[in-house]
């Protein structure tokens, strides 16, 4: 699993126009090659009489699947420009198809990079991309009167409280960065007296919002 990584917040589309043409960026986190491809069908039977629906992805840790497919616009002019705006923002498991409804002004080898390169930068933005971080999921079990306290410290800390359980003793979990879980459960001990119990458990990704580029 990798320290941290980015990737699409969730699916959406967004629609520009460009001399009269209208392109339509359609975004979603994939994890398989057969759940891209699915998307890309999806879409094209979604938009049937459109004059072309580009697509590129790239899934995997290290990049492994990389494709683009130009669907009929000259060569290199719309897969490989969707392709590259997803490399330069470093994603991972996310695919693009742009639909394309042509508005009778032909844009040229250079206007057709520019104009699906811009759709995909402007679909991204509009849908969301966020840092995927590698934590370990904390639980600190404490007795009720330590709540308040608990919940209060965590919420001002750098720690990113997760959720709150509440039965016999209350639980809370919390997102710790692996370089620190030796320093959370001392600062908890210190701040309990020793009273709370602190178990490590599974390593989860935290999720944060990235501002547009």
């Known amino acids: 699993m990798l320290p941290h990584y980015f990737t699409v917040k969730k699916q959406g589309e967004h ?13 979603s986190r994939v994890e398989t090659e057969e759940a891209a491809q699915q998307f890309i069908q999806e879409i094209k039977k979604k938009h049937w ?8 992805y790239l899934i995997g840790e290290h990049n492994q699947i990389q494709k683009a497919n130009d669907d ?18 470093d994603l991972k498991d996310t695919v693009v198809v742009v639909t394309r ?15 699906y390169g811009k759709s995909t930068t402007e679909g991204l933005n509009a849908v969301g991309v966020v840092e995927r971080k ?18 209060n410290e965590l919420r001002s800390s750098v720690y990113h409280l997760k959720e709150i ?49």
């Open 165 to 213: 359980h509440y039965s016999d003793q209350v639980e809370i979990e919390v997102y710790v960065d692996d370089s620190a879980v030796k320093d959370f459960s001392e600062w908890i001990i210190d701040m309990t007296n020793g009273q709370a119990e602190i178990l490590e458990g599974e390593k989860l990704y935290l999720e944060v919002d990235m501002p547009p580029r």
């Open 15 to 27: 629609e520009i126009i460009i001399q009269k043409s209208r392109f339509i960026a359609h975004v």
């Open 72 to 89: 009929g616009e000259p060569s290199g002019t719309a897969g490989v420009p969707i392709l590259e705006v997803l490399k330069k923002r």
């Open 134 to 151: 590698l934590m370990t999921n904390m639980h600190v079990e404490a007795d009720y009167s330590w709540l308040g306290k608990l919940e």
């Open 49 to 56: 009489n459109a004059n072309h629906n580009c697509s590129a």
């Open 101 to 115: 409804y042509f508005g009778g002004i032909k844009l040229g080898a250079g206007g057709l990079i520019r104009a």
